[in-house]
Nanobody
Framework: QVQLVESGGGLVQAGGSLRLSCAAS????????IGWFRQPPGKEREFVSA????????YYADSVKGRFTISRDNAKNTVYLQMNSLKPEDTAVYYC?????????????????WGQGTQVSVSS
């Protein structure tokens, strides 16, 4: 079992930055692929970014590439999502999730463990 807790969300103006954290407890965190997903108001959940167990491989949705950076510190059981140059369309509830293996990293149905989410709101 893995428990995930997101933090770092908030309200920011367009062009600003936020860093989200995903803190994990439970077994074998360092063996999991961690993904970030978001759900904008009235829309379906969408893939944002993912990182493999070692941190050597990272993946991004086209909409955030060049603006967001995912990283992990396995010694702290934490994954980070640095979000720069935020836009109003980035407004959403952001979730982190864990799965084994790296395949299908963008498919939310493949992730077994989920956090409760953190709200990110970007004003224009």
């Amino acid at each position: 079992q893995v428990q995930l807790v997101e933090s770092g969300g908030g309200l920011v103006q367009a062009g600003g930055s936020l860093r989200l954290s995903c803190a994990a407890s439970g077994r074998a965190f360092s063996s999991f692929t961690i993904g970030w997903f978001r759900q904008p108001p009235g829309k379906e959940r969408e893939f944002v970014s993912a990182i493999n167990w070692s941190g050597e491989s990272t993946y991004y949705a086209d909409s955030v590439k060049g603006r967001f950076t995912i990283s992990r510190d396995n010694a702290k059981n934490t994954v980070y999502l640095q979000m720069n140059s935020l836009k109003p369309e980035d407004t959403a509830v952001y979730y982190c999730a864990a799965k084994t293996g790296i395949y299908y990293y963008s498919d939310h149905a493949r992730y077994r463990y989920w956090g409760q989410g953190t709200q990110v709101s970007v004003s224009s």
